[in-house]
């Protein structure tokens, strides 16, 4: 019981000590390194739906009428959000698949400009992972890759960017790394070596 007691003390004296080591803290230096970097992606596609009149049309009694009605083809336009980061000056842009997905209308945005002209580069639906590249004619704000394998469990982590929208774009979460090296099973593959 007194060690746990002598434990308490010590991690109350030195972690605020350990912590203050930085002007502002550790988080506030890395939020302010990276946030530059970080999008906000917003993604317009147009998807069929089922006709209003579809179950109508199922009953029995109405069956009949359902020939001197016409087939329309029922669309709806479909807005997605999502984050992002820049990982080159020159503006490629990593973020979800699933944000992008068959979309015909991408717009990537950061704190000070837009971008309209936006090409998809590549994705993996599986990892839920693209690619995109932005016009620019100017350098951009880029977050550098970091080194996976001298990441250690329990190292801590933050992460920048929220689905909702533009005005939550770049808000900042923290945690630890809780597994290295996990396998993935999807489907018939599997994806060996993640962080998570």
């Known amino acids: ?4 007691k002598w434990g308490c003390l ?3 004296i030195f972690l605020p000590i350990i912590l203050n080591a930085y002007e502002h803290g550790p988080f506030v230096e890395a939020c302010a390194k990276v946030l530059p970097a970080v999008v906000n992606i917003s993604a317009e596609k147009v998807v069929e739906i089922p006709s209003p009149f ?3 049309f199922e009953d029995p009694f109405f069956r009949y009428f359902r020939k001197y009605f ?3 083809e029922w669309k709806q336009r479909l807005k997605s959000l999502g984050s992002g980061v820049i990982i080159t000056s020159d503006g490629y ?3 979800n698949y ?5 979309a015909e209308n991408i717009i990537v945005s950061t704190e000070e400009e837009t971008f309209k002209e936006v090409e998809i580069v590549g994705i993996d639906s599986v990892t839920d ?3 995109l590249k932005v016009d620019t004619e100017h350098e951009l704000p880029y977050i550098e890759w970091g080194d996976s394998d001298s990441l250690r469990v329990g190292e801590w982590v933050i992460a920048v960017g929220s689905p909702l929208g533009p005005q939550y774009a770049r808000t900042v979460t923290m945690g630890i790394v809780s597994a290295k090296g996990r396998v993935l099973p999807i489907g018939h593959t599997k994806y060996w070596d993640l962080q998570h």
Request: glycine share 4%; hydrophobic share 50%; net charge negative.
């Open 98 to 102: 699933h944000v992008i997905a068959h």
């Open 54 to 56: 579809s179950e109508m």
């Open 1 to 4: 019981m007194r060690s746990d």
């Open 129 to 131: 992972i693209a690619l």
């Open 70 to 72: 016409p087939e329309y």
């Open 93 to 95: 842009v990593v973020t």
């Open 10 to 12: 010590m991690v109350g």
